[in-house]
Structure formats: structure tokens, C-alpha cells
């Protein structure tokens, strides 16, 4: 769903560039309390990964693809204002280098894919787990749900733009029913790949998700004729060090894999926006690309004539790019913490 350059005209952009500083500013805060030592580079891993599955576009429907989004995986994993900055570091490598979304449109991007997903999805994960039981299980599927609630919604915040400001005289209704029926069907997809995603790290580290913390009844004690609160469980420094930095390495090591290998063969069909542009004559005024120069354009690395070779080594470094990026701008972050903030993770009892 990257709006390319050219689909909504200049003063809508530059007011959905203000809405997404706005919101980018704000993660910025809240990304503090959300932060440690433990979580800073896992979001970076986070941001990385995201990008590797952006690229394995998936085929929804006669003629058109679909890819993940990423907004509920890195809210319910990292939290929702570190899950913002995770988006926006994604979009912002993706437009940079590899002239993926429209560098005017970065705001609007920024918006759809990384605010409204987010938000939307955090907030239906949160009201979710507050009536389903208390399991892995039912956290899994309230990140599905979720996740798959998010897509359309962006679809409905692109068509909301596009009918303030585009640049093409297309009837709306047309345009909203064409995006929220692919968007469904990509959204079942975002939803598998966040299910999986996040009930395989709720497996090995239920600490570490986000979105599973507070969710189990903390345990009592009888003192005295009284229940009161145990203090939770402290694991040992050195064992909890070694398990995230297996954690992590894992998720690199895939995240170079999905990007160098798999996404060779990722459907080549147009995705859902970019299906329904052509279709309705939304990108009758599309843009080129300020990057389209880019020695990664397109993914593929220039004046290498190998398709898989140039495709698999422009994922490697985009994944590595984000990587350093992303994880640069989360230590920074966390650096800045408050001293009064509470801690970004406790270790709790597993859900």
C-alpha cells in the first residue's frame, strides 16, 4: 500500500507530512517509557524483519498481490509508539533507497501504514485480551484479529485522503469499495504472518511481547490472613542475556533469509493499491520516483544483470540498513529515558 508520488496533491501531503511528524514526535516520548536495554535492539530487529516480509508479496486475488503491513506485529511485539517508529524507519529506508512510496507521500505513508495500523490494531488487540482468557492461545488470536481488522482500516484512511486531496476525479464510493475488498483479503494474510509471528515469541520469550505484559493475574500469597502480591520473579542476569541475543540472532538470521532467498519468489503481481489505481484511473498523475536513480531501485542491485543475485543482495542490505538504522534511533531513545520512567520489560509470569 505505498502511495506512490503524485496521487494526492501537494497541500494534502504536506498536511499528512504534519499529522506524521506530529505522530512520529509523539512515539518519540512514548517510545521512552516502552524502552530498555533488553527491548532497544529487538526493535530494531523488529523494524528489520518488517521490511524482509514487506517483500514477500503474497497473491490474494486474480491479478493482484498483497504484503504484510506490519503495524500490529511491531505494536503488540514493541509496543504501539515504538511500533510507529518501526514503521516510519521501514518506509523511510524503503523510499530512500530503494524508491519504494512516493518521498512527497512519506507523510501520507507514514500515516496510513504506520499510524493507523498501529493504532487501530493496539487498540482492538488491548480491548481483546481484556475479555479472552488469559492464555498464549487467546493472545495469539487477538493479535490475528487485530492484525486483520488494521488493513482495511488503512485502506479507509487512503480513501479518506484520496478524496480530500487527490489528483484524479474518481467517484469515492468506487474507490472505497475497490480498496476495502482487496484490503480484506490482504488482511487475512497480515493476520496469519502476526498470529504465527507473535505466538512463536510468546513460545520462547512471553517477556519480551509487548502486548502479553499485564495480561496474566499476578500471584498471591496468604500473609497473615491476607492475599497481597508475590514479587515477581527475577531471572538471572547473565541467562536472560544469553536468551535475548539468541532471540535476536535468530530473528536476524531470518530476517536475512526471508529478504536474500525467499523473496525471489514472491508474487510479481501488482498489490491491492496498486491493482485498484490502475483499474479506477487513480494514478492517472502519478510521479517518478525522486529516487528512481537509486543503485537499489526497484530492489535489485544496479548493473547486476543475475535477477535472484541482485534481488536477494538488495534485501540483505536493506534489512541491514534498517537494522543499524533502526536500532541507532531506538538506543536513542532509550538513552533519553526519564529517570523516573518505569521499565520497558518486567519479567512476568508466561502467559
Request: charged content about 15%.
Amino acid at each position: 500500500m505505498h502511495v506512490p508520488d503524485g496521487f494526492i496533491n501537494a497541500p494534502v501531503s504536506a498536511a499528512a507530512g504534519v499529522v506524521a511528524a506530529g505522530a512520529v514526535a509523539v512515539s518519540l516520548r512514548g517510545a521512552r517509557r516502552e524502552l530498555d536495554e533488553r527491548t532497544a535492539p529487538l526493535a530494531g530487529l523488529v523494524a528489520a524483519f518488517i521490511f524482509a516480509v514487506q517483500m514477500l508479496n503474497f497473491p490474494v486475488a486474480a491479478g493482484t498481490s498483497g504484503h504484510l503491513l506490519g503495524g500490529a506485529l511491531a505494536a503488540i511485539l514493541v509496543g504501539p509508539y515504538t511500533g510507529v517508529l518501526c514503521i516510519s524507519v521501514v518506509l523511510l529506508m524503503q523510499g530512500i533507497l530503494f524508491a519504494d512510496g512516493g518521498l512527497t507521500a512519506l507523510g501520507v505513508n507514514i500515516t496510513v501504514m504506520g499510524v493507523t495500523t498501529t493504532v487501530v490494531s493496539y487498540a482492538l488487540f488491548r480491548g481483546l485480551a481484556t475479555v479472552l482468557p488469559r492464555t498464549r492461545r487467546s493472545t495469539t488470536a487477538a493479535a490475528f484479529v487485530a492484525a486483520l481488522i488494521s488493513v482495511p482500516a488503512a485502506a479507509c484512511v487512503f480513501t479518506l485522503i484520496y478524496w480530500i486531496g487527490g489528483t484524479t476525479d474518481i467517484p469515492i464510493g468506487k474507490v472505497l469499495t475497490a480498496m476495502v475488498g482487496v484490503h480484506i483479503l490482504i488482511g487475512i494474510g497480515e493476520a496469519v504472518i502476526t498470529g504465527l509471528t507473535v505466538g512463536a515469541v510468546l513460545a520462547v520469550r512471553p517477556d519480551l511481547v509487548h502486548g502479553a505484559r499485564g495480561l496474566t493475574s499476578p500471584l498471591k500469597l496468604r500473609i497473615n490472613g491476607e492475599l497481597v502480591d508475590a514479587p515477581a520473579r527475577q531471572p538471572a542476569a547473565p541467562a536472560a542475556a544469553r536468551s535475548t541475543r539468541g532471540l535476536w540472532a535468530t530473528g536476524l538470521v531470518t530476517a536475512l533469509v526471508l529478504a536474500g532467498f525467499v523473496s525471489f519468489y514472491a508474487s510479481a503481481n501488482p498489490d491491492g493499491l496498486e491493482k485498484v489505481a490502475a483499474d479506477q484511473g487513480i494514478d492517472k498523475k502519478a510521479e517518478e520516483h525522486a529516487a528512481k536513480d537509486s543503485p537499489l531501485a526497484d530492489y535489485g542491485v544496479k548493473d547486476i544483470s543475475d535477477a535472484r543475485l541482485s534481488g536477494g543482495l538488495a534485501g540483505v542490505i536493506g534489512v541491514g540498513a534498517t537494522i543499524v538504522v533502526g536500532s541507532g534511533v531506538f538506543w536513542a531513545v532509550r538513552r533519553r529515558r526519564t529517570p523516573d520512567a518505569p521499565a520497558g520489560i518486567r519479567a512476568e509470569e508466561a502467559v
